[in-house]
């Protein structure tokens, strides 16, 4: 899909791309040395104690760090769209999908994308994902959209996971970026960041976005049900007509990189 949806996503990266990532695994994670053209499912990361920092876009990662607070001050989130990928077909009441060179996707009880291997002949990225279709509509205010990360993107392949809330527009978003570690960011319009904080040492299992009011709080989980927000940012005024957007991006060359899967999608209101 090289048209207006996929060249916004990708020029929200501006130059930053390669210092974008995401957050918790079944235990918490951190860097360590490169597993390129390593066994799929690989993260290259170690376990180690403690949560991490935050850094860019004045962002405090102490404020709610460590602390589950995030079902505790926004109270329960009851589901009202699901998604388990149960397959062979993808929802098409849901989604639409695209697949950019040689990546590709599968839906097989998760959703499993194959990266491409390259960038574009004009250098730009070359990406697959979903998109939500017309009738996959988002509440006006306090709900969240949430998603499981079963297999996150290799550290230090070209390969970025994105799961943003997007306008119409394709230009305003607010995003949680993965490679393995974690990013967020707001953006009002294509390539320019209003806000972008990063959690280096953070490779979350589960990622979710609330949205309360004119605040986004960017949330974790290692088992879905117990969420901490990481930080609160302001909302980007400029989304008036919200959609979900999953989209894994290759940004450089790689060999036979290892698939992305993701699992358990759902909006949910408070």
Not at 113 to 128: G, S
Not at 164 to 190: C, F, H, I, W, Y
Not at 238 to 265: C, F, H, K, S, W
Request: net charge negative; hydrophobic share 40%.
């Amino acid at each position: 899909m090289r048209g207006s949806m996929r060249c916004a996503a990708v020029l929200l990266l501006s130059a930053g791309c390669s210092d974008q990532v995401v957050g918790y695994f079944d235990d918490t994670l951190s860097l360590a040395e490169s597993s390129s053209g390593g066994e799929p499912g690989s993260t290259g990361l170690e376990p180690v104690t403690g949560i991490g920092t935050s850094s860019g876009g004045g962002g405090d990662a102490s404020e709610s760090v460590g602390d589950s607070t995030g079902l505790g001050a926004l109270g329960p989130c009851t589901p009202i769209i699901t998604d388990t990928f149960e397959g062979p077909d993808l929802d098409e009441s849901l989604w639409f999908n695209w697949a950019e060179l040689d990546s590709g996707w599968l839906v097989q009880g998760e959703m499993v994308f194959k990266p491409a291997t390259a960038r574009h002949p004009d250098n730009a990225p070359a990406d697959t994902g979903l998109v939500a279709a017309p009738d996959h509509q988002l509440p006006d205010d306090n709900f969240a959209i949430r998603m499981e990360i079963v297999t996150p993107p290799v550290q230090d392949d070209p390969i970025l996971l994105f799961f943003m809330m997007l306008d119409t527009n394709d230009q305003a978003s607010v995003s949680m970026k993965v490679r393995p570690t974690l990013q967020v960011t707001g953006s009002e319009a294509t390539g320019v960041e209003n806000y972008d904080v990063d959690f280096d040492d953070i490779v979350p299992r589960w990622i979710g976005m609330a949205f309360i009011g004119e605040e986004v709080h960017y949330q974790v989980s290692d088992d879905g049900v117990d969420w901490t927000t990481l930080h609160v940012g302001p909302m980007i005024s400029a989304i008036l007509q919200p959609r979900t957007l999953v989209m894994v991006q290759t940004y450089g060359d790689v060999e036979a990189p290892p698939q992305v899967i993701v699992d358990n999608y759902s909006v949910c209101t408070f």
